[in-house]
DNA sequence: CGTGTGATTGACGCCTGTCAACGTCTGTGG
DNA sequence: CCACAGACGTTGACAGGCGTCAATCACACG
């Protein structure tokens, strides 16, 4: 509302960044582009929240989102990101369960809400849809798998080393190899699941090591193999 | 082969633990009858291995298997169970990806082997299929996510205790309140993700706090309710 | 300029992983 | 029938990784 001009159309996403509307016959094409509801989010706004139900999803048209679920004592533990062309929230909807993670715009994002009703007829009706939609899916329980195998044998260091890695093959780095994302201490220690101040002096390590470079939330790889050594990587 | 008796029919086993093929035609459902293999495995049979490019998924007739990941020093991360009804191994078959886990069997098991193909084109075919084994995979992914922020925040001690009643949900106890699965120190040990030495530790105090009762692998659930109030339950 | 949030650093100690030795049980082969 | 190997379970000793608490600093914002 805030622009008009933000509102995208799904063609364009498409063209963008390749969604998984690919898939879709011209005619459901325009089914989606009527029933989507499009919006501008600021840094903070809670897109959905655990426990809660959920009658739609969500395409993102630009921005960041973290997703997290809340444990112990309030603590988050963010389960991934989300960034431009990511659908979220279609998880509970197709297993027809409650929200079972929060989503919070990390950096200000537009997203387009699509009726859950919609994507169930979607995935009924159109059968290479559903594939690639079954796909994305189990790309993402394969992810989750190896995740909780990394926490539940590594060291916080090799993980710390590890989600660096990772942040880097998501979000990239610019032209002086500084990591485009700007992430709180706090935040990334809910990546790793280990205390804020382990984070921090962990880091203080790896840049005494000549491994990143820190100024404030900006984070510099410096030498990726290394940092690669140090994650145990064989994966 | 040991046994053609053995040869389980698929409108037998969806009356017996309705599985997902409930979603299907008559005449699928004797495609699917004449396509598939099903065989006998003994304990310690892998059926299939992490890395592996698989042709098929299975149908899980009787026994029990264990899916997990190999990690740090070929330490496995045991990541789920499968019991009778259960579906394995359609993860990297509709992902498209090499296998993610390996799959190896705990108690002797009668597996029905179908081929990939045949999943591929009844979630192409079949929107009622292919919507019930979305859900599944959906529910697999909050499964998932939940074991993530567990591993994550709670320490070793509540994770056994949580371990034990999630095998409780699972496997069931018997008259006699005894767990319904055998397993190793190593395998509890690889569950919770922790040394092998700590459980045991751990076993041995719930044992002294009356919470359990300990003969070899069998473990007698004495408290529930202190379990769960250990175990920081709250999901 | 006060307030609040986030970042840092130090001290301290417990939880856990590691190493090593030993006990137990089962199956195998002589 | 016994000896032995091998897998599994148990216990103790020990150190160090990592969480917790507390104090201080840095910085932005109203």
């Known amino acids: 509302m805030k622009n008009r001009d933000l509102i995208p159309f799904c063609e ?3 063209n963008d960044f390749d969604t998984i509307f690919r898939h879709l016959t011209p005619e459901e094409h325009q089914k989606v582009n009527q029933e989507k509801v499009c919006n501008f989010y600021k ?10 139900r959920t009658n739609g999803f969500y ?5 960041v989102l973290k997703i997290f679920k809340t444990g112990i004592d309030g603590r988050e533990q963010i389960i991934a990101f989300a960034k431009k062309g990511d659908l979220i929230g ?6 027809g369960e409650l929200a079972c993670s929060s989503a919070k715009v990390i950096e200000d ?3 387009c809400f699509i009726p859950g009703e919609t994507l169930i007829s979607l995935v009924k009706t159109n059968g290479n849809f559903s594939l690639a939609m079954m796909q994305l899916t189990c790309k993402e329980l394969g992810v989750a798998n190896a995740y909780i195998t990394d926490i539940a044998q590594k060291t916080v260091r ?8 990772k942040l880097m093959d998501t979000f990239n780095l610019d032209d002086d190899n500084v990591l485009q994302v700007s992430l709180t201490r706090e ?16 880091l203080s390590e790896f840049k005494q090591d000549k491994l990143i470079d820190i ?11 290394r940092l690669e050594k140090i994650s145990n990587a064989f994966n």
Chains 1, 2 share one sequence.
């Open 12 to 14: 364009t996403c498409i």
């Open 187 to 202: 935040e990334l220690s809910n990546i790793v699941g280990t205390a804020t101040e382990s984070v921090i002096r962990l």
């Open 43 to 52: 840094r903070g706004n809670v897109i959905y929240h655990e426990g809660s």
């Open 158 to 165: 090799e993980r710390l080393a590890e989600v660096l890695l």
């Open 215 to 225: 100024n404030g939330r900006k984070i510099k790889i410096l030498d990726v193999k």
């Open 109 to 111: 994002a537009v997203l």
């Open 90 to 95: 279609f998880r509970s909807i197709l297993s």
């Open 59 to 63: 395409c993102l048209n630009s921005g």
